[in-house]
């Protein structure tokens, strides 16, 4: 199974079969940029199509990784590493990137924009949250952020011409850069404190967590960790760091939006939940006076308040919007809230099972919400027309019999990111709920039923909207390409699958890659 | 036949996709899709007699099917009845073609939608009654939701937007804390035998041997708190009923009619299978303040509806007053006063649901449900009138009919309880029978009786033979149950005292003292 350079190779452990979904991402995403350039400027399905084609392999050779890998299961000195935590996430991402390429590719025709870029854009994207996914040292979390992010904010401003556009990408750039810097300080601080006796600081969580209780100086720690924390929170858009989601998730192109609400979050919760419950893991009971048990309990109590604020704030704030992007935008905020909820019980979990079941809720979770997220931004982008006119609630009035499709399918996904019963956000929701039960947070998971209550409220609005009120003004039902009606198809099957059917995902993602035992 | 219980939940939903289907042909028309529906609601029907025949007396499930469903959560697809969830089933598809048959004229906008959310109504009703285990219940419970959010939503009256929320968003809320101690439950379990479970029937064994004693106070009682929000709103017991008239009054005929004859015994039948089935002695510990709550409900119900100058309203409080009945009846634990409960839930579906048709057919001929509209109506519509005093009589609990027999039952459980001041409780409840008569026999005074005094009802159509053929299988329904409720109690009685024994036997605490005689 040597499949390029073998393990004998002159340099130590490096194993490039382990990065190989992220290398073939980056090849393909190279491929595109080549036949954009050297391409006849037409051919924006050659360019979609490579990139769509190169998702799918990087999304095979991670199945077979997870499935019948044989090797080692970490890599260049522990810095990939290869457990159902990484994997999950990566075809987390891997699948956001595809649903993304399938609605954007006549988007980007429409509005003339140049297709190769937007691809090798959204592919490098994509590389970057594999590495977040897959990076167990703080560096190459760090690199896949930055890969990200810089991607993402190009996507963000991708039409250059709407003032909007240009608003969304500068308040990206600018907040985003500012937590990156928080992020970056808290790494070179925890690099500090993990110095111990003869040996200079780590990046490698694993090493961190071997480290954490002779750290020789606790407060350094505690404040590279708090500095780690806004980093990702602003990241994965949980309050108290969320101000820049609204406007940005309105202002950017609706697939750009589409994009930022799944995945980013979803690779952004990889790491946070890399470099927290690995990195700080539960070592012994709180209450010692052991450095690493109060770092523990500080950050697991942090984000028990963080959720609370995130599903409160969200919900709330949601309820009172009148922009539909918008109000996906705090919805998303809720989300964020929600999944946190699942991560507070794998922090708090001291029973590696209990754990992994709480880890694989969270992935669930951002999973379903992936798919019943891009599912209503597709039909919010197309309810919206060329340049993102119509987004706002009063669009969307009486549309329910004139378009019988795209309102059913919008009711759908309202309902499962409400939470119904049969839909992929009842289980997700379910899973997170149970998850912290099972730690004995009653209070937060009653907090969070409370909240779902309250988000009834602003999704049954556009389902009154749509069925229950009169149009006055004309419409003229949206053509449906069939790319976007493939990613239509795709997320309400996936809603149904995900809701309906949850076992085998449940199952695949709490299921241990084959070989974990290291051969070094 | 042993899939008859998934076989009767899928049914109405391929009924649905056939009538969606059917839609999606070029040259559908739309009279087309009621008879896909009747069709799909009579077989439906014809298939549930044949749970009549397969479940005895004892307290035993029948027809049960268990296969795993969500593993990773430990959720099974468990369905069976019992004589009780028999019953409720039958109501469900007895009401479904009679619903749809009183919408053949009076709906006439987005046929196929209409149609297809009363199919997929059927059938997470009917998944309610059978469903066995706990996560499976609160789906099909939820999912009810949705179809009747769209019913009074699309087909309403004027107010039918709020209306639809308020009751969305009620329902909602109390089925959320339920999730809550449902999933609570589940740990309990787990942490007592290694993995949880969310069966039904393995958590009530468990807890009626003794073998799981579930955490008593706090954590029984906020269990118990959290299905008993959840079904008091959905019941609805004063004070959180104020969803009922807004809903009723809003929904088209025949979304009342289900609401009152089969959603709000949801309600009931939880109370009924979970809260006295799953924590008897919070049950035993709460019932005088359940009774209470029961009692000013049958009161206040009662007197609103005296008041209300809208027919549709006035039908609607007094289903408060009568569930106020049913609650009063369960917490009796009494064998009477249970039965009894169980008996005024059917009674309810059939009287109920048929003073909506009654309400519906006259809306459809003046478009107004205002008392002093009408009078006289009996001059024009003669036999809309009598089947109107019959159905009336029948609400009130005239003798030999079916009224009767289920709230004397209950009256007769509530008084043999070991309640304290049980005499006084029956008392005020028997008002509630008098209060009945007076409003109305007085309704019917000013609609039916009396000179015409407006001539716009001079004309007016009496009932035709779709509209009869509607209506008399419920009279013939409530004649019989009033003079020969026989097979009904027969079949209720082994599950009703199977709880009974459990409840009398669970381990009374010091709290529980004080309420016994």
């Known amino acids: 199974m040597d499949l390029f350079f073998a393990q004998h190779s002159l340099l130590p452990d490096i194993n490039f079969s382990l990065i190989m979904p992220e290398l073939i991402v980056c090849v393909v995403a190279v491929i595109v940029m080549l036949l954009d350039a050297f391409g006849r400027s037409t051919q924006r399905w050659i360019t979609g199509g490579t990139a769509l084609f190169g998702l799918l392999m990087a999304a095979a050779s991670t199945i077979f990784l997870w499935k019948s890998w044989p090797g080692p299961n970490e890599a260049f000195n522990g810095m990939i590493v290869l457990d159902e935590l990484g994997l999950g996430f990566t075809l987390v991402v891997l699948l956001v990137a595809a649903l993304t390429l399938l609605i954007s590719i006549v988007w980007v025709e429409r509005e003339s924009l140049p297709a190769g870029e937007f691809h090798s854009l959204l592919l490098f994207a994509t590389a970057g949250m594999m590495l977040m996914a897959s990076g167990n040292d703080l ?287 009842f289980v997700g929701k379910i899973m997170v709920f149970r998850a912290a039960i099972d730690q004995g947070y009653y209070a937060l998971v009653v907090i969070g039923v409370l909240n779902t209550a309250i988000s009834a409220y602003y999704y049954l609005r556009l389902i009154i909207l749509m069925f229950f009120r009169e149009r006055t003004t004309a419409w003229t039902a949206p053509p449906i390409p069939a790319s976007i009606a493939l990613a239509l198809v795709l997320t309400v099957l996936g809603v149904f699958y995900l809701g309906i059917f949850p076992g085998r995902v449940i199952n695949a993602l709490q299921t241990k890659p084959v070989i974990s035992v290291s051969q070094r | 036949m042993s899939h008859l219980l998934t076989i009767l939940i899928l049914l109405p939903v391929a009924g649905g996709l056939v009538t969606v289907g059917y839609g999606m042909l070029p040259n559908r028309r739309e009279e087309n899709f009621k008879w896909i529906a009747l069709v799909f609601s009579l077989a439906t029907f014809a298939l549930s007699l044949l749970l009549l025949r397969g479940t005895g007396s004892g307290p035993e499930f029948r027809f049960e099917e268990s296969v795993q469903w969500i593993g990773a959560i430990g959720s099974r697809y468990h369905v069976g009845v019992d004589g009780v969830s028999l019953w409720l089933v039958l109501l469900t598809t007895l009401l479904m073609p009679i619903a749809i048959l009183s919408s053949w004229t009076s709906v ?272 024009p519509m003669p036999w809309f009138s009598t089947l109107f005093v019959i159905a009336s009589l029948s609400s009130i609990g005239l003798p030999f009919l079916n009224g009767f027999v289920g709230e004397f039952l209950i009256m007769l459980g509530t008084w043999t309880s070991a309640l304290s001041h049980a005499w006084l409780a029956t008392m005020f409840a028997g008002t509630g029978v008098i209060w009945a008569a007076v409003y109305m026999l007085w309704m019917l005074q000013r609609v039916l009786f009396g000179k015409v005094t407006n001539p716009k009802n001079e004309a007016l159509q009496d009932l035709n033979v779709r509209e009869l053929g509607l209506l008399v299988p419920l009279l013939l329904l409530m004649l019989f149950m009033g003079v020969y409720p026989r097979p009904f109690l027969d079949r209720t009685r082994g599950p009703v005292e199977a709880l009974l024994q459990q409840v009398q036997g669970s381990n009374a605490g010091g709290s529980i003292a004080s309420i016994e005689k």
């Open chain 2, 108 to 379: 006439t906008k987005q046929q196929l939608a209409y149609y297809l959310f009363l199919l997929l109504l059927a059938s997470a009703m009917i998944g309610v009654f059978v469903s066995l285990d706990l996560l499976l219940f609160y789906l099909f419970f939820e999912a009810s939701l949705v179809p009747m959010f769209f019913l009074i939503g699309i087909w309403g009256g004027e107010r039918r937007i709020y209306a639809a929320v308020k009751f969305f968003i009620y329902t909602a809320v109390g089925s959320l804390l339920m999730l809550v101690a449902i999933i609570g439950l589940y740990f309990i379990y787990a942490n007592k035998f290694g993995a949880g479970t969310f069966d039904y029937v393995v958590l009530r064994e468990a807890i009626a041997n003794g073998t799981l004693a579930i955490p008593a106070s706090p954590t029984e009682f906020l269990l118990f708190l959290a299905f008993a929000i959840a079904f008091f709103i959905k019941v609805p017991l004063w004070p959180l009923h104020t969803w009922l008239p807004d809903a009723h009054t809003e929904a088209p005929t025949a979304g009342s009619v289900i609401l009152a004859g089969v959603l709000l015994k949801m309600g009931t039948y939880g109370l009924l299978r979970f809260n006295i089935g799953l924590f008897p002695t919070a049950s035993r510990a709460w019932a005088p303040y359940i009774v209470i709550l029961a009692i000013i409900g049958i009161i206040y119900g009662a007197l609103v509806a005296m008041v209300q100058p809208d027919v549709k309203r006035l039908v609607a409080y007094s289903s408060v007053s009568h569930m106020g009945f049913v609650v009063l009846g369960l917490f009796s634990f009494t064998d009477y006063g249970m039965q009894g409960a169980v008996y005024q839930m059917l009674n309810h579906g059939v009287s109920t649901g048929a003073l909506f048709l009654f309400v519906g057919m006259i809306y459809e001929r003046r478009h107004t449900r205002m008392i002093g509209e009408f009078g006289g109506l009996s001059t």
């Open chain 1, 139 to 425: 560096v190459i979390i760090f690199l896949g952020l930055e890969i990200l992010s810089i991607a993402t904010y190009v996507m963000a401003g991708f039409r250059r011409t709407d003032v909007r556009a240009n608003e969304s990408s500068l308040k990206y750039f600018i907040l985003g850069s500012f937590s990156s810097a928080f992020l970056l300080y808290g790494i070179a601080l925890t690099y500090g404190a993990t110095a111990i006796a003869g040996m200079p600081g780590t990046t490698n969580i694993t090493q961190i967590a071997n480290r954490l209780s002779e750290a020789q100086y606790p407060p350094l720690l505690f404040a590279g960790a708090a500095m780690m924390l806004v980093g990702f929170g602003f990241k994965v858009a949980t309050a108290p760091f969320h101000v820049w989601t609204p406007d940005v998730y309105e202002g950017a192109p609706t697939p750009v939006t589409a994009f930022m609400a799944a995945g980013p979050k979803a690779a952004g919760f990889a790491s946070f939940l890399r470099v927290f419950v690995f990195g700080f893991p539960f070592l012994i009971a709180a209450g010692e006076r052991n450095t690493a048990a109060q770092l523990h309990g500080a950050w697991v109590d942090t984000l028990v308040v963080l959720a609370i604020l995130s599903m409160t704030i969200g919900n709330v704030a949601a309820i009172v919007q009148n922009n539909v992007k918008r109000m996906l935008a705090y919805s998303s905020i809720a989300h964020a809230g929600y999944a946190l909820v699942g991560f507070v019980a794998a922090g708090a979990a001291s029973d590696p099972v209990q754990r992994n079941a709480a880890i694989a809720s969270v992935t669930f979770y951002l999973l379903t919400y992936a798919v019943m997220n891009i599912g209503a931004f597709t039909v919010v982008q197309l309810i919206a027309r060329a340049g993102d006119r119509r987004t706002e609630f009063e669009d969307y009035n009486g549309i329910g019999f004139q378009s019988p499709v795209l309102a059913f399918a919008l009711t759908l996904f309202m309902l499962s990111l409400f939470g119904m019963p049969l839909t992929a956000g």
